[in-house]
T-cell receptor
Framework: AQKVTQAQTEISVVEKEDVTLDCVYE???????LFWYKQPPSGELVFLIR??????QNEISGRYSWNFQKSTSSFNFTITASQVVDSAVYFC???????????FGDGTTLTVKP | DTAVSQTPKYLVTQMGNDKSIKCEQN?????MYWYKQDSKKFLKIMFS???????INETVPNRFSPKSPDKAHLNLHINSLELGDSAVYFC????????????FGPGTRLTVL
C-alpha cells in the first residue's frame, strides 16, 4: 500500500519569508515517482515537478526547490522569498507499481501575507 | 485550447436527483481519471480509465457510474444524489504510465440540497 503524509495542514508566512512544505511517503515499490501539484484559490490543479526514485538530485526552479531524500522517505518543497501569489494548497503525490494511479497527500494550505 | 475541460462548472441539485458531469481531453492521453475533493480539500481518486477500460475503482458507491465512449471522454453519472456527494469533482488525464503527471480539468462544484 502507498501512503503520502503532509503533516502540515496549514502554514502562514509573511511575504519574502522562506517556507518548506514537508512530504513523507511510504511504499514497498523500489521504483516509484513523486510529484508536487499546486492548487491556487482559483481551484485548478497544476503540476509542478516529478522526481523518480533513482534520482536524488535536488532540483531548483526559480524560487522553488525540492529536496528528495530516500533515506528519510521525504520529498520536501521549499519556496524561497515567498510571494502572495504562492498562496495555494500544495499536494504531494506518489505513483508506484500501479501504473496510472497516484496517491495524493492531504495537502498543505499555504497562506502568504503581504 | 483547453486541455481538459469539464461541464458544467457548477451544479446545484436536490437530493435524489440523477446528474451527469462531462469531461473531455484533447491531449491524446490514454488514461483519464475522476477525483473527488471534499470541503477539507482532501483529494481522492474515484475511477481511472485506460483506453475506455476501467482500471481503477476506489470503492465508490454504485450510484456513481463512469462512462467512457472513447478515450478522449470520461463522463460521470451519479444516481440518487445524497448530501454527502457535495464536493468538487475533478477530471484528469495522463499518459497512464506511473512516471507521468496528470493534467486536471477546472473542476465541477456539485452542491446537493
Amino acid at each position: 500500500a502507498q501512503k503520502v503524509t503532509q503533516a502540515q495542514t496549514e502554514i502562514s508566512v509573511v511575504e519574502k519569508e522562506d517556507v518548506t512544505l514537508d512530504c513523507v511517503y511510504e511504499t514497498r515499490d523500489t521504483t516509484y515517482y513523486l510529484f508536487w501539484y499546486k492548487q491556487p484559490p482559483s481551484g485548478e490543479l497544476v503540476f509542478l515537478i516529478r522526481r523518480n526514485s533513482f534520482d536524488e538530485q535536488n532540483e531548483i526552479s526559480g524560487r522553488y526547490s525540492w529536496n528528495f531524500q530516500k533515506s528519510t522517505s521525504s520529498f520536501n518543497f521549499t519556496i524561497t522569498a515567498s510571494q502572495v501569489v504562492d498562496s495555494a494548497v500544495y499536494f504531494c503525490a506518489l505513483s508506484g507499481t500501479n501504473a496510472g494511479k497516484s496517491t495524493f497527500g492531504d495537502g498543505t494550505t499555504l497562506t502568504v501575507k503581504p | 485550447d483547453t486541455a481538459v475541460s469539464q461541464t458544467p462548472k457548477y451544479l446545484v441539485t436536490q437530493m435524489g436527483n440523477d446528474k451527469s458531469i462531462k469531461c473531455e481531453q484533447n491531449l491524446g492521453h490514454d488514461t483519464m481519471y475522476w477525483y473527488k475533493q471534499d470541503s477539507k480539500k482532501f483529494l481522492k481518486i474515484m475511477f481511472s480509465y485506460n483506453n475506455k477500460e476501467l482500471i481503477i475503482n476506489e470503492t465508490v458507491p454504485n450510484r456513481f457510474s463512469p462512462k467512457s465512449p472513447d478515450k478522449a471522454h470520461l463522463n460521470l453519472h451519479i444516481n440518487s444524489l445524497e448530501l454527502g456527494d457535495s464536493a468538487v469533482y475533478f477530471c484528469a488525464s495522463g499518459r497512464g504510465e506511473r512516471d507521468n503527471e496528470q493534467f486536471f480539468g477546472p473542476g465541477t462544484r456539485l452542491t446537493v440540497l
